[in-house]
């Protein structure tokens, strides 16, 4: 096994471990880590990281429904469009599209290096939303309403963007919950998850009649990711996690900008 595969499953514990510590993050960081340490192609790292960030999430999601912390009608609410929006992407529009996709300045843009650019923007805004991380921590209970088109809209925005780049989108989902549905943070982190992994793992299921899986490799890889997670939560009983989010932001927006200088100058 060469060093760089060392440390693409050593990044496989960085993902769990981020969400243990930090309750979000680390999913952005598996596409990456598939195709620059393990040498996936993006369409298959964005299959792939459907299932490890809807397992892993689903950990999650499992322990916070212990605590009574999952509002499950509020995820059913914001959860079917984006279910129908990224089984949809998966199963239909990224196979229907063709291999080299247009020509700008000289340079075909490809089904590959498009998934990749559109990745990094994600990136870089799910690093800004981590740097500034102004959302108010208001976990007074408040009488939950809902704004049913803005909802529905979000949820196929969610879903088409989770689709495309295998990410779980929780920067975009918990600002949705609290404003549209006014769930208290703690709340809408928890359901967040629940969310990003029952919509992964349908959005899986559309890779799976498209590609041939290796289960093996997959089934390791998350393993590594839930023992993250476990150690994620244990560490967090030493370490705040509200100021690693910020460093992490940080960390998010520097892979940003090393997959736009690959992809654009070293090719």
């Keep these: 096994m060469e060093l760089v595969e060392i440390f693409g499953y050593l990044g496989a514990i960085l993902i769990g471990l981020s969400l243990g510590l930090i309750g979000g993050g680390g999913s952005i960081l598996t596409v990456p880590i598939l195709v620059y340490a393990l040498s996936l192609n993006p369409v298959l790292a964005t299959a792939y990281s459907l299932f490890v960030v809807g397992t892993t999430s689903l950990i999650g999601a499992i322990r916070n ?5 999952v509002d499950f009608r509020t995820a059913i609410i914001f959860a079917i469009p984006a279910f129908i929006a990224v089984y949809l992407t998966r199963a239909f529009l990224i196979p229907a599209l063709p291999e080299n996709l247009f020509q700008v300045a000289g340079i075909m843009i490809t089904k590959n290096l498009a998934i990749m650019l559109f990745f990094a923007i994600i990136m870089v805004l799910a690093s800004i939303s981590m740097i500034r991380n102004k959302r108010k921590e208001n976990d007074e209970e408040q009488e939950v309403s809902y704004n049913y088109p803005i909802i529905v809209i979000e949820g196929l925005v969610v879903g088409t963007i989770t689709g495309i780049v295998g990410a779980g989108g929780g920067f975009l989902i918990i600002p949705a919950l609290v404003l549209l549905a006014k769930l208290p943070m703690k709340k ?4 967040s998850l ?30 590594l990711s839930v023992i993250g997670i476990f150690i994620g ?14 460093a992490f932001g940080w960390f998010v ?4 900008v090393y997959i736009l200088t690959k992809e654009l100058v070293w090719k």
């Design 65 to 69: 429904m212990f605590k009574g912390m």
């Design 188 to 191: 809408a982190v928890a359901t």
């Design 194 to 223: 629940f969310i990003i992994a029952i919509k992964s793992l349908i959005g899986f299921i559309g890779d799976v009649q498209n590609m041939d899986i290796d289960w093996v490799f997959l089934i390791s890889f998350t393993a």
């Design 233 to 246: 939560v244990w560490l967090n009983k030493f370490i705040d996690g509200k100021k690693l989010k910020k």
């Design 253 to 256: 927006l520097v892979m940003a």
